[in-house]
């Protein structure tokens, strides 16, 4: 039996996050069509993560496992024949049995981008948070430093999650300026939920004076998620890169 990683790019605007619901078309989903159409038959797809609703994937992992003996690289070319334009396979390797896309995975990086022009633009809607307020990218960047480190982001956190443990260690985080984008990028070993979306939205609030400089680690430290800013919307969110 082959252990089969695959790593998609998608479009996630049309659908309702990666993992299979009763009455939404998500991501999964999608993709297990193709998997049935190539393998013959409803294959298992396990995923690196979930990605909530309009939440888009630079790079996504996923494993099946088949004892089909199709060449990877024909694997890839038949996928991409069966999967829809906003979802796309760019590799397809073996891996170890005991190889897992979600708990073999020693860190994951998010992107945020914010479109920071006075107008909105119609063509970045799905991609883009519209943020029409001044941003200065360097300011916001210094006080991001904050989240470096190990943590306890329960305060950081979705009321939705049942996670038990919600330290994480947040290994980078840096924000910077292209135009009218401003990007916020961080790599951790692990996400709570929402945990990236509330992270732009407590910077956001930094930026417009909500909360002031220097204050961002003892909101860390008071585990409090009303003392943090809000949750950005999901539409500039991207989940950028897996590390194994």
């Known amino acids: 039996m082959r252990n089969i990683l695959i790593t998609i790019r998608y479009d996630g605007s049309h659908y309702h996050g990666w993992q299979v619901q009763d009455n939404a078309l998500t991501v999964q989903e999608v993709f297990q069509n193709a998997v049935e159409k190539v393998f013959g038959s409803r294959l298992d797809v396990v995923g690196c993560s979930r990605t909530d609703?309009?939440?888009?994937?630079?790079?996504?992992?996923?494993?099946?496992?088949?004892?089909?003996?199709?060449?990877?690289?024909?694997?890839?070319?038949?996928?991409?024949?069966?999967?829809?334009?906003?979802?796309?396979?760019?590799?397809a390797k073996d891996?170890?049995?005991?190889?897992?896309?979600?708990?073999?995975?020693?860190?994951?990086?998010?992107?945020?981008?914010?479109?920071?022009?006075?107008?909105?633009?119609?063509?970045?809607?799905d991609y883009a948070l519209h943020y029409r307020y001044p941003i200065d990218a360097e300011y916001l960047n210094k006080e991001a430093q904050a989240f470096v480190g190990k943590y306890n982001y329960?305060?950081?956190?979705s009321s939705k999650s049942d996670v038990a443990d919600t330290v994480r260690d947040v290994k980078s985080f840096s924000v910077w300026r292209?135009?009218?984008?401003?990007?916020?990028?961080?790599?951790?070993?692990?996400?709570?939920?929402?945990?990236?979306?509330?992270?732009?939205?407590t910077l956001l609030f930094i930026n417009e004076g909500k909360i002031k400089a220097g204050e961002l680690n003892d909101i860390i430290n008071s585990k409090d998620r009303k003392?943090?800013?809000?949750?950005?919307k999901p539409?500039?969110?991207?989940?950028?890169?897996?590390n194994y």
Not at 154 to 157: Q, Y
């Open 53 to 91: 609703s309009g939440v888009h994937a630079n790079m996504y992992c996923l494993t099946i496992k088949s004892d089909k003996n199709i060449g990877n690289d024909n694997l890839v070319m038949a996928l991409n024949t069966y999967l829809p334009k906003d979802i796309a396979v760019t590799s």
């Open 154 to 157: 329960v305060g950081f956190c």
């Open 95 to 125: 891996v170890p049995d005991d190889f897992h896309p979600r708990y073999s995975c020693k860190s994951k990086e998010y992107v945020y981008k914010l479109y920071n022009g006075k107008i909105r633009d119609p063509f970045t809607a």
């Open 178 to 201: 292209e135009g009218d984008f401003v990007y916020f990028k961080v790599e951790a070993d692990g996400f709570l939920y929402n945990m990236v979306r509330i992270m732009v939205g």
């Open 235 to 242: 539409q500039g969110l991207y989940l950028n890169k897996v």
């Open 227 to 232: 003392r943090a800013g809000k949750t950005a």
